[in-house]
């Protein structure tokens, strides 16, 4: 079977702390890649990383992180120094060859 | 700029109607799915279709069938609306099968009273 969990159904926040939003993904494939997306109030999905199933390599895009590791089956994603404008909901996605399969999504409220 | 359009943002329709969804593309992608999102369970693919004319059954296709006699259009149809299927449905795209990331329509939210 294939299928994404986010068991974080709402984060909440003040301006400033970090926050981990966690991804655990299940597939038999070998070969599959990995997203996020971010859904921000006005509703329209924005793509924020993509990974694939041999690169298990950090990365860093300014405030934001991502930990890949197969061991655990887990894609995490990582805020530091969250803001407002970070509020949104954020979605896990997972691609085999042929589908794009998404998590329930994490709620993200940050406040000043 | 690249563009996924969804028809309309708002839709109400009475239960029993035939019910249009278009979604149209403009960046020659191959590939293009239906979602319908609902509080607590994230997005749930109805259907996909990875070529003209083709079209795959997603997790929730009950209820629903689709069309794509174009590259750039695919369809979704709910041949008699009921009310559980009051909804946000969301279109996609992707260029490369499972390869590159999707681009998403506004969303239409449909309403079936």
């Known amino acids: 079977a294939q299928k994404v969990t986010q068991a974080q159904t709402e984060i909440s926040v003040v301006e400033k702390e970090d926050v981990t939003l966690d991804c655990v993904y299940e597939t038999r494939d070998t070969t599959y890649y990995l997203f996020w997306y971010k859904q921000p109030p006005s509703g329209e999905l924005v793509f924020l990383i993509r990974r694939n199933s041999f690169d298990e390599q950090n990365e860093i895009s300014g405030r934001y992180s991502w930990n890949f590791q197969k061991s655990t089956s887990s894609f995490n994603f990582t805020i530091t120094a969250s803001q407002v404008v970070d509020s949104a909901v954020y979605f896990c996605?997972?691609?085999?060859?042929?589908?794009?399969?998404f998590g329930t999504g994490t709620r993200l409220q940050v406040f000043p | 700029d690249v563009k996924v359009t969804q028809s309309s943002r708002y839709l109400v329709k009475r239960t029993g109607e035939k019910v249009f969804l278009e979604c149209v593309q403009d960046?020659?992608?191959?590939?293009m799915f239906w979602y319908r999102q609902d509080p607590g369970l994230g997005l749930r693919l109805i259907y996909f279709?990875?070529?003209?004319?083709?079209?795959e059954k997603g997790d929730i296709p009950e209820g629903y069938s689709v069309s794509r006699e174009k590259k750039e259009r695919f369809s979704l149809i709910l041949e008699s609306a009921s009310t559980n299927q009051t909804s946000m449905y969301l279109c996609a795209s992707t260029l490369e099968q499972g390869r590159t990331e999707a681009f998403f329509g506004q969303g239409t939210r449909l309403t079936v009273v």
């Open positions: 960046m020659d992608h191959e590939n």
């Open positions: 996605a997972l691609s085999p060859p042929d589908k794009l399969i």
């Open positions: 279709s990875y070529d003209v004319k083709m079209k």
